[in-house]
């Protein structure tokens, strides 16, 4: 999956349309230990009446983020997929945390920011609980790092929070909202 889809329509062609469904069916059978006890049919059903929501599954996917079923809300009937990739998405690497801090920098610019891409793409940035819930399923972030949604009494004053696993452990920092690294970048949750 590398060609992007025209990002003004949010569709998908028809192949790529089929060829997403198949590969995340293909992941949601391979990691049946992250949603237990929820079958696969049900999900494609909700995709396939939402397709704006597969739109933004394939934007995970062509952006490295290996998205996957995570949870089932049983209140509103809605699946929930995060970003499952070992490391935090390659194609959403070397972004500061929002507008405000890519603006605030005179030099060097990254090309975006996390809560940029997140809101295009559709889907919301993990918070830091969610980020903890994802690395209950597995070992993420051991060589890089994502950006969590980040309280506004932190981003006020100019912060941002970031997350990884180190030491068999999850560790959460601090950083100037504009700052950008080569392995940082950000994991996203969306609901279907």
Not at 22 to 28: D, G, I, P, S, Y
Not at 143 to 166: E, M, N, Q, Y
Not at 181 to 188: I, M, P, Q, T, V
């Amino acid at each position: 999956m590398t060609t992007s889809p025209s990002s003004s329509k949010k569709e998908l062609s028809l192949e790529q349309h089929e060829e997403l469904l198949k590969l995340l069916k293909a992941r949601f059978e391979k990691n049946m230990d992250r949603h237990q006890g929820l079958e696969w049919a049900n999900v494609q059903a909700k995709l396939e009446a939402q397709t704006e929501k597969l739109w933004s599954l394939y934007e995970m996917e062509r952006t490295g983020g290996e998205p996957d079923v995570v949870d089932h809300d049983n209140k509103t009937n809605e699946y929930i997929f995060y970003d499952c990739s070992v490391e935090s998405p390659k194609g959403r690497r070397s972004v500061c945390y929002d507008h405000e801090a890519l603006e605030s920098r005179k030099q060097h610019k990254p090309e975006n920011s996390a809560i940029n891409m997140a809101a295009v793409m559709g889907i919301e940035l993990l918070t830091e609980e969610k980020y903890r819930e994802l690395q209950k399923l597995g070992n993420f972030d051991s060589k890089t790092s994502s950006w969590v949604k980040t309280p506004d009494s932190i981003r006020k004053l100019g912060g941002a929070i970031f997350c990884d696993r180190r030491y068999d452990t999850v560790f959460v920092y601090h950083n100037g909202a504009e700052s950008y690294y080569a392995a940082r970048g950000f994991r996203g949750s969306l609901r279907v």
